[in-house]
């Protein structure tokens, strides 16, 4: 036993009940929804755990998450000011495919986090992408757990090398906003453990979160914050997870019959279920479940075994804190080299989705450059709700343009400057009216006129329109007017499109979004489309540098963008039923989400998963994998070369098919890749990707197991899950049980889920 152990078996073993029950319970000062808590120590930090001064155990501080520290800027009757940084979105960091460079994010956010007197920070989020409206995808990674995962991993270990901690969130299966404070989701067990849980279960494994976040919804009729089976038997038997589990704010109330924050005191969560499934903390931590956890201990409905667990789990999260240490933070990260590096990591996520006859890069000597779009001027650096954070500053697409030296048309800049302005406050206005959960109020468009659009087609060298979304916690999205373009959008896009390519004039559109939109219908008629996601506070910065070619885009999707959003294989069971207010969905789809349904069923995507365009070619040669035949690890590596003229970075993706075996699959996975240094031309780098036994296997629910089935493999690898440059196969001479683990997820409604034979 170690020596703290020790020290903390002592501790336990002089607190009272009292304090053990306020100990399992957060401790909330004012309304701390949002991370509002003004009264914390750190004044709009999102919580802290309770204090038991007579035993020497301090009070720890959390702090959302996920794209940047999430703090009051200001303080009262202080003249200093506390901003951090709002780093890119995760969505974009994980387009970059480059773990380091987001290992590098997580290190300067793990910084400001430290210097600010904050000891845990709410993210990374690691959800899957299950459907384009989820409100919350820009904080989450991925449809893929493989990609989801790997980007946790490296962003947990980035912040955590600085000695605070991290809440993986929102654990598990938080894939929509609508009544997600009780929602029922119906899902199988194979679909939890090889979509929704693996991605948890890959970060875990490599990066040790402090702590997790137990999600809002049920699972198959339990609150996740009360399932044994996910919290103990998976999270901790089955992956070896050390750390503590915290619900979400509020997390296991039933709100959907009783909405609102309003009325806490009025219900609660079961807290006997939440203790007893290994739920530690509860937050922020309401003075009825202290009494509950009292009442429950001295009636025995509650072990006080398990409650000592939780409690010394906890207590272990307190000596590691930098608080114990007494660390003395100052208040001073360092903004000004953060910036850098959000500028940096935002530009290497960018997408570009097109880019006919070498539009882009562009010179800043071209001539004047007409500037379109409400959002061209306001540019969107982050989503809304707790995953915002409060930047001193966002870089507007107009400031980029400027600071990287390119002339843009005054007249244009003065029509939009004035109408902008008075956009930015309607909405405002109409946002406030909604509370702090109200859906984004896009700007409206300004009506250009033609006779204008003509005579600056002459002018201009060029156009550009962006295009901007926001969303955020507490609401889905919707397909008319957010997924679609607005008429505006379209007529806006048509015009610029017509009067500039009369004149032989290219037109360049910035998808600022925080989430996939439709573009089959509109992206005929524009020459580049780059996809800059909500890039952080420098966004305007990072866009310029790769509109002026300083950098080459290197971003890949890591999500499908459909031709139709009725394509995606959750549209018809999306936010569950009754339709007006669900309270239940089913996950028909199963394991066919993203890519892995629209390979298997053939539906043609507007721009596939793994897709990203390049200033320069690559080219991939000698594919060659260690052994034909796999035992316990292959090996498979791949020359890349760039053929082109410009420096760039290219990401190799590796995908397996594996063979027909008992049970359903998809028809290629991802499990593997790696992206490239920066190849100047001509020159090559050497891939090296492993396969591991698990990476060949699928879980059987009859089996309660991870198999794999005998036979030929083949594995491709390429630029996307469609560009497969090169392949080659290998066999398994015996079906193999990789990995038996404990039942979970007894399905509570019997439901039938899409097979592809
Ligand atoms: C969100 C969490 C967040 C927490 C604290 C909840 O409403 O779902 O992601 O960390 O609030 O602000």
């Given at each position: 036993?170690?020596?703290?152990?020790?020290?903390?078996?002592?501790?336990?073993?002089?607190?009272?009940?009292?304090?053990?029950?306020?100990?399992?319970?957060?401790?909330?000062?004012?309304?701390?929804?949002?991370?509002?808590?003004?009264?914390?120590?750190?004044?709009?930090?999102?919580?802290?755990?309770?204090?038991?001064?007579?035993?020497?155990?301090?009070?720890?501080?959390?702090?959302?998450?996920?794209?940047?520290?999430?703090?009051?800027?200001?303080?009262?009757?202080?003249?200093?000011?506390?901003?951090?940084?709002?780093?890119?979105?995760?969505?974009?960091?994980?387009?970059?495919?480059?773990?380091?460079?987001?290992?590098?994010?997580?290190?300067?956010?793990?910084?400001?986090?430290?210097?600010?007197?904050?000891?845990?920070?709410?993210?990374?989020?690691?959800?899957?992408?299950?459907?384009?409206?989820?409100?919350?995808?820009?904080?989450?990674?991925?449809?893929?757990?493989?990609?989801?995962?790997?980007?946790?991993?490296?962003?947990?270990?980035?912040?955590?090398?600085?000695?605070?901690?991290?809440?993986?969130?929102?654990?598990?299966?938080?894939?929509?906003?609508?009544?997600?404070?009780?929602?029922?989701?119906?899902?199988?067990?194979?679909?939890?453990?090889?979509?929704?849980?693996?991605?948890?279960?890959?970060?875990?494994?490599?990066?040790?979160?402090?702590?997790?976040?137990?999600?809002?919804?049920?699972?198959?009729?339990?609150?996740?914050?009360?399932?044994?089976?996910?919290?103990?038997?998976?999270?901790?038997?089955?992956?070896?997870?050390?750390?503590?589990?915290?619900?979400?704010?509020?997390?296991?109330?039933?709100?959907?019959?009783?909405?609102?924050?309003?009325?806490?005191?009025?219900?609660?969560?079961?807290?006997?279920?939440?203790?007893?499934?290994?739920?530690?903390?509860?937050?922020?931590?309401?003075?009825?479940?202290?009494?509950?956890?009292?009442?429950?201990?001295?009636?025995?409905?509650?072990?006080?075994?398990?409650?000592?667990?939780?409690?010394?789990?906890?207590?272990?999260?307190?000596?590691?804190?930098?608080?114990?240490?007494?660390?003395?933070?100052?208040?001073?990260?360092?903004?000004?080299?953060?910036?850098?590096?959000?500028?940096?990591?935002?530009?290497?996520?960018?997408?570009?989705?097109?880019?006919?006859?070498?539009?882009?890069?562009?010179?800043?000597?071209?001539?004047?450059?007409?500037?379109?779009?409400?959002?061209?001027?306001?540019?969107?650096?982050?989503?809304?709700?707790?995953?915002?954070?409060?930047?001193?500053?966002?870089?507007?697409?107009?400031?980029?343009?400027?600071?990287?030296?390119?002339?843009?048309?005054?007249?244009?800049?003065?029509?939009?400057?004035?109408?902008?302005?008075?956009?930015?406050?309607?909405?405002?206005?109409?946002?406030?009216?909604?509370?702090?959960?109200?859906?984004?109020?896009?700007?409206?468009?300004?009506?250009?006129?033609?006779?204008?659009?003509?005579?600056?087609?002459?002018?201009?060298?060029?156009?550009?329109?962006?295009?901007?979304?926001?969303?955020?916690e507490g609401a889905d999205r919707k397909v008319e007017g957010d997924f679609n373009l607005r008429d505006s959008e379209q007529d806006m896009i048509s015009q610029i499109s017509e009067a500039f390519h009369a004149q032989n004039k290219k037109v360049v559109v910035i998808l600022n979004v925080?989430?996939?939109?439709?573009?089959?219908?509109?992206?005929?008629?524009?020459?580049?489309?780059?996809?800059?996601?909500?890039?952080?506070?420098?966004?305007?910065?990072?866009?310029?540098?790769?509109?002026?070619?300083?950098?080459?885009?290197?971003?890949?999707?890591?999500?499908?963008?459909?031709?139709?959003?009725?394509?995606?294989?959750?549209?018809?069971?999306?936010?569950?039923?009754?339709?007006?207010?669900?309270?239940?969905?089913?996950?028909?789809?199963?394991?066919?989400?993203?890519?892995?349904?629209?390979?298997?069923?053939?539906?043609?995507?507007?721009?596939?998963?793994?897709?990203?365009?390049?200033y320069t070619t690559f080219n991939y040669s000698n594919f060659t994998l260690s052994s034909n035949i796999f035992t316990n690890k292959l090996t498979a590596t791949v020359t890349i070369t760039n053929i082109g003229k410009t420096a760039g970075k290219e990401v190799a993706e590796l995908y397996?098919?594996?063979?027909?075996?008992?049970?359903?699959?998809?028809?290629?996975?991802?499990?593997?890749?790696?992206?490239?240094?920066?190849?100047?031309?001509?020159?090559?780098?050497?891939?090296?990707?492993?396969?591991?036994?698990?990476?060949?296997?699928?879980?059987?629910?009859?089996?309660?197991?991870?198999?794999?089935?005998?036979?030929?493999?083949?594995?491709?690898?390429?630029?996307?899950?469609?560009?497969?440059?090169?392949?080659?196969?290998?066999?398994?001479?015996?079906?193999?049980?990789?990995?038996?683990?404990?039942?979970?997820?007894k399905e509570d409604k019997v439901f039938t889920e899409l097979r592809a034979k």
């Open positions: 036993m170690s020596k703290v152990d020790k020290e903390i078996d002592k501790i336990v073993a002089k607190m009272t009940v009292e304090e053990k029950a306020n100990f399992l319970c957060g401790v909330s000062s004012s309304a701390t929804v949002l991370g509002q808590d003004n009264k914390s120590r750190v004044p709009g930090a999102a919580g802290q755990t309770y204090a038991i001064p007579r035993l020497k155990v301090p009070q720890i501080v959390v702090a959302d998450g996920p794209a940047g520290l999430r703090i009051s800027p200001t303080r009262k009757n202080d003249k200093n000011t506390y901003y951090a940084t709002a780093f890119p979105v995760g969505t974009l960091l994980a387009c970059t495919w480059n773990t380091p460079l987001v290992g590098e994010v997580g290190k300067a956010m793990g910084h400001e986090v430290k210097e600010y007197g904050v000891d845990v920070l709410l993210g990374p989020g690691v959800n899957i992408q299950r459907n384009p409206l989820c409100g919350r995808n820009f904080e989450y990674y991925s449809e893929d757990p493989v990609v989801a995962g790997k980007t946790a991993a490296a962003m947990i270990n980035g912040i955590q090398s600085n000695g605070v901690g991290t809440s993986m969130k929102h654990f598990a299966a938080n894939n929509q906003e609508t009544n997600r404070l009780g929602i029922n989701e119906h899902i199988s067990e194979r679909a939890m453990r090889e979509i929704y849980l693996h991605g948890f279960e890959i970060a875990v494994k490599k990066a040790q979160p402090w702590t997790i976040m137990s999600s809002y919804n049920k699972i198959d009729g339990t609150y996740a914050s009360e399932r044994k089976d996910l919290l103990t038997n998976i999270l901790r038997d089955e992956w070896g997870f050390k750390g503590i589990v915290m619900t979400d704010w509020f997390g296991g109330y039933n709100m959907i019959d009783n909405p609102g924050f309003g009325d806490l005191n009025k219900q609660v969560s079961d807290v006997v279920a939440q203790v007893s499934a290994g739920n530690d903390l509860l937050m922020p931590g309401m003075q009825r479940q202290r009494d509950n956890i009292i009442k429950a201990i001295k009636d025995g409905s509650l072990s006080i075994k398990d409650v000592d667990r939780n409690v010394k789990r906890i207590l272990r999260l307190v000596y590691k804190s930098p608080t114990m240490a007494k660390f003395v933070w100052s208040n001073k990260p360092n903004l000004k080299e953060h910036a850098q590096v959000a500028r940096n990591a935002a530009a290497e996520g960018m997408v570009l989705l097109k880019n006919d006859a070498n539009t882009l890069p562009l010179s800043t000597d071209v001539g004047t450059v007409a500037t379109f779009g409400t959002t061209s001027y306001n540019f969107i650096s982050g989503g809304t709700g707790s995953g915002d954070v409060n930047e001193a500053y966002t870089v507007s697409l107009i400031q980029g343009l400027n600071n990287a030296n390119f002339k843009l048309d005054k007249d244009i800049i003065d029509l939009y400057t004035p109408f902008v302005a008075k956009e930015i406050k309607r909405a405002a206005e109409e946002k406030s009216k909604m509370g702090m959960f109200g859906t984004d109020v896009g700007l409206k468009e300004l009506e250009l006129d033609r006779t204008l659009l003509e005579k600056k087609a002459k002018e201009d060298a060029v156009a550009i329109i962006t295009i901007g979304r926001n969303s955020g925080g989430g996939v939109v439709e573009t089959s219908s509109w992206r005929n008629k524009v020459d580049a489309i780059l996809l800059s996601w909500q890039p952080g506070q420098e966004g305007g910065n990072s866009v310029a540098d790769i509109l002026v070619g300083k950098v080459s885009p290197s971003g890949k999707l890591t999500m499908t963008f459909p031709v139709n959003y009725y394509d995606c294989p959750s549209a018809s069971s999306w936010l569950g039923t009754p339709r007006a207010n669900p309270r239940e969905v089913a996950y028909k789809e199963g394991i066919y989400v993203g890519y892995r349904y629209y390979t298997t069923f053939g539906v043609k995507p507007s721009y596939e998963f793994g897709y990203g365009l390049s397996l098919v594996a063979p027909k075996g008992s049970i359903d699959k998809p028809a290629k996975e991802l499990k593997a890749y790696a992206k490239t240094n920066l190849l100047r031309s001509g020159e090559s780098q050497v891939i090296e990707l492993t396969l591991n036994p698990r990476d060949l296997a699928s879980f059987h629910e009859n089996e309660e197991a991870w198999i794999a089935d005998k036979g030929q493999y083949q594995i491709q690898i390429g630029a996307s899950s469609e560009d497969v440059r090169q392949t080659a196969t290998f066999s398994l001479p015996e079906t193999r049980i990789i990995e038996k683990v404990n039942p979970a997820f």
